[in-house]
């Protein structure tokens, strides 16, 4: 009896692992192919690509045909048609904002020079949900109800941190305790990380091993990967360098993901030339951005 490609039992057992947490959705996994793949090859791709793709992660057509409904009537995607045949692009504004997410997603590093200024902001109040998010999104850490700990210089705080009445004091010699260290790790994703650093490891081994016997299984390996990884990188917070824990699992589990990438990737840009089109037929080259992924030379 053959001996099932470790590459194979991988992505079976990680969409069984993401189907039991619930955290396998058929229309993430569309931006996310469209965003990882698509993105640097034109950007758009027939309906008939992506369904092959959908159906080795376990979505059926079904499931596709709703979440494509579903992103185009909530103005994430773009549809077309030739002839008898759809194609599917990402909606400018989206693909934009994907554009900008890619710059965490696949930066070579979340840390910032030791050397970068440290703020505390005192806000005059409790925060409310909506100010709370801004500041998150802006890349502060919230410490208590009314104190922020930004990475920047009081004189040159994004806007979203120039909080009405509040009280900015630099704080260069910031020196973190155990609570602040502890709110570091939360803030980092730290319990998720190990969980995902944990997951791949037997896949980096594998592909050391060998590649995967088929060129489909690397493209469906790969769009999966960035699925997982998406998710958790876009919520590490960035900070200085002599900040981050020493078991701070983020560079190393961010190394194993660049490393894995680029050992998918001959196999499944192949799949991508051999499977996916465009009106005007095969998808063309590559742009530079796909090469520079992950800080790659």
């Known amino acids: 009896m053959r001996t099932p490609d470790p590459i194979a039992r991988t992505i ?3 969409l069984v692992a993401l189907q039991a947490a619930q955290r396998l959705s058929a229309w993430s996994l569309i931006i996310t192919f469209l965003g990882d793949a698509i993105g640097p090859r034109g950007g758009e791709v ?74 505390l902001v005192i806000a005059a109040a409790p925060l409310s949900d909506d100010t709370r998010q801004a500041v998150e999104a802006a890349g502060a850490l919230q410490l208590t109800p009314q104190l922020l700990l930004a990475f920047a210089p009081a004189t040159g705080l994004p806007s979203a941190l120039r909080l009405p009445g509040a009280t ?37 081994a594998a592909l050391d091993r060998g590649s995967p016997a088929a060129t489909g299984d690397a493209m469906a390996l790969r769009c999966l990967m960035i699925h997982e990884w998406r998710r958790i990188a876009l919520r590490v917070l960035a900070v200085p360098a002599d900040l981050v824990p020493a078991d701070d699992p983020e560079p190393e589990t961010r190394a194993l993901i660049a490393a894995i990438y680029a050992l998918l990737l001959p196999a499944s ?29």
Not at 60 to 74: E, F, K
Not at 282 to 294: G, K, M, N
């Open 12 to 14: 079976t057992a990680r």
């Open 269 to 297: 840009e192949a799949w991508l030339d051999a499977n996916a089109t465009t009106p005007s037929g095969p998808l063309p080259a590559a742009d530079q951005r796909l090469a520079r992924r992950f800080g790659a030379p």
């Open 168 to 204: 900015l004091a630099d704080a260069p010699l910031l020196t973190p305790g155990a609570a602040l260290r502890s709110q570091l790790s939360e803030a980092r994703q730290a319990t998720e990380i190990n969980v995902l650093r944990k997951a791949y490891l037997p896949v980096r």
């Open 46 to 119: 027939s309906a008939g690509s992506l369904q092959s793709l959908m159906q080795r992660l376990g979505i059926g057509h079904g499931a596709v045909r709703t979440a494509i409904s579903r992103l185009s009537a909530d103005g994430w995607i773009e549809r077309s048609r030739e002839g008898r045949n759809s194609f599917y692009r990402l909606s400018p504004g989206v693909a934009e904002t994907v554009l900008s997410a890619e710059r965490r997603i696949y930066a070579a590093s979340s840390l910032l020079p030791a050397e970068t200024p440290r703020c």
